[in-house]
């Protein structure tokens, strides 16, 4: 069941896990091809440090709370931690709108999965919108399209 755990917390799709507003989007001196190499490495890191966390839960075991108490205490702070290492990456010149599109996706289903902890396993999952807005961008391993 691990894998499905992991499927749809990444394919849906870290730190502290209080709604904070986001920092305000730089612009960065990198050029778009940089931004997504460095944020397909962040995103990939990202990725892996959820996958440890899921490693050996058995989500079948789990009651519909404990689940709910895992997703928001341990899989979603390195989500959320990745998602902040790449708005500190800042936007290549020209690109802020297109980068604060999917950083906007990804926090909202952050917000999402904070505020009801069983959106990450039933229904339409919180990261899809983050994930499509990242694969449009070019950002294939944060879209959880390859590694």
């Known amino acids: 069941m691990l894998a499905g755990a992991a499927a749809a917390f990444a394919v849906s799709g870290c730190g502290d896990t209080s709604a904070t507003e986001p920092e305000e989007l730089a612009t960065s001196s990198l050029t778009k091809k940089q931004y997504i190499q460095k944020g397909d490495q962040i995103c ?3 990725y892996r440090n959820v996958g ?3 490693l050996g839960v058995e989500f079948n075991e789990l009651s519909d709370k404990e689940k709910e108490e895992f997703m928001s ?16 990456l ?3 010149e020209g690109e802020k709108k297109e980068v604060e599109a999917v950083l906007e996706a990804y ?3 952050i917000r999402e999965v904070e505020d009801d902890p ?21 950002l294939r391993v944060c879209a959880g399209l390859s590694s």
């Open 90 to 92: 800042g936007a290549p």
């Open 73 to 88: 205490d341990k899989a979603l702070p390195p989500f959320k931690a990745m998602v902040e290492r790449l708005r500190e």
């Open 52 to 54: 440890k966390v899921l």
């Open 44 to 46: 990939k890191a990202g």
């Open 107 to 109: 926090e909202k289903g």
């Open 118 to 138: 069983s959106r990450s396993f039933q229904g339409k999952l919180p990261f899809d919108k983050g994930n499509n807005t990242a694969y449009r961008y070019g």
